[in-house]
């Protein structure tokens, strides 16, 4: 069955650029998490989703980031003005309510040079 | 938020039980007690989940101490395939969701 699907798979940057990463949950899934991975680190949280509305966007770690899910499916989030320390692996999680457990996509991994 | 130890590495052999230990002695009453892994270069995979009570289902056993403050996660018998950083996380319950706070996890080692 289809999973969690995230795109671009890889993505490379210049310092400065903006980027968007797509998230597609698993269909029907009402909680949606962003989190973001540092090399040889455990994922941290970024910000989370009940359809479209955002509830908690405590993990974003400066206002060059922002997260939408206008019609509470697909998701994208957004890096504005990248820098060097935004490289890193960003996951995506859905799970069919919020207390279910969490189903993950393989990530799009950002590279800022 | 409540936080977990666990050992940086282990190493089992191939068709070997594996206990992987979690210490969690802060933890509060309604934390649920969460296994996840994550296999080379892809996404955290849910293991199993618990909150008193032992728990078994087809991929572990989770084992939860009587006062709750440690759990062993139960691989019964290790493959190849089990090679992953193995995450124990208690749920950081907010009115808004159950984000996953992970840690840095253990490191499995499976040898043939």
């Known amino acids: 069955g289809a999973g969690v699907s995230q795109s671009p798979r890889y993505k490379v940057a210049k310092r400065g650029q903006d980027v968007a990463l797509r998230c597609d949950p698993i269909?029907?899934?009402?909680?949606l998490f962003w989190y973001q991975q540092a090399l040889g680190q455990g994922p941290e949280f970024l910000t989370y989703?009940?359809?479209?509305?955002?509830?908690?966007k405590s993990g974003l770690p400066s206002d060059r980031f922002f997260a939408e899910r206008p019609e509470g499916s697909v998701s994208t989030l957004k890096i504005q003005r990248t820098q060097q320390e935004d490289s890193a692996v960003y996951l995506c999680?859905?799970?069919?309510?919020?207390?279910?457990?969490?189903?993950f996509g393989d990530g799009t991994r950002l590279s800022i040079l | 938020d409540a936080k977990t130890t666990q050992p940086n590495s282990m190493e089992s052999n191939e068709e070997e039980p594996v206990h992987l230990p979690c210490n969690h002695s802060?933890?509060?009453?309604?934390?649920?007690i969460h296994w996840y892994r994550q296999l080379p270069s892809q996404g955290p995979e849910y293991v199993i989940h618990?909150?008193?009570s032992n728990v078994n289902n087809r991929m572990a056993s989770l084992a939860i101490a009587e006062d709750r403050k440690s759990s062993t996660l139960i691989l019964h018998r290790a493959t190849l395939r089990d090679a992953a950083v193995y995450y124990c996380?208690?749920?950081?319950?907010?009115?808004?969701?159950?984000?996953?706070?992970f840690g840095k996890g253990t490191s499995l080692l499976v040898t043939p």
């Open positions: 999680a859905s799970s069919l309510v919020w207390s279910q457990p969490q189903h």
């Open positions: 269909s029907g899934h009402v909680s």
């Open positions: 989703f009940q359809n479209e509305a955002q509830l908690d």
């Open positions: 802060t933890i509060s009453g309604t934390d649920y």
């Open positions: 618990g909150l008193t």
């Open positions: 996380i208690l749920n950081r319950n907010s009115n808004s969701g159950y984000a996953l706070n």
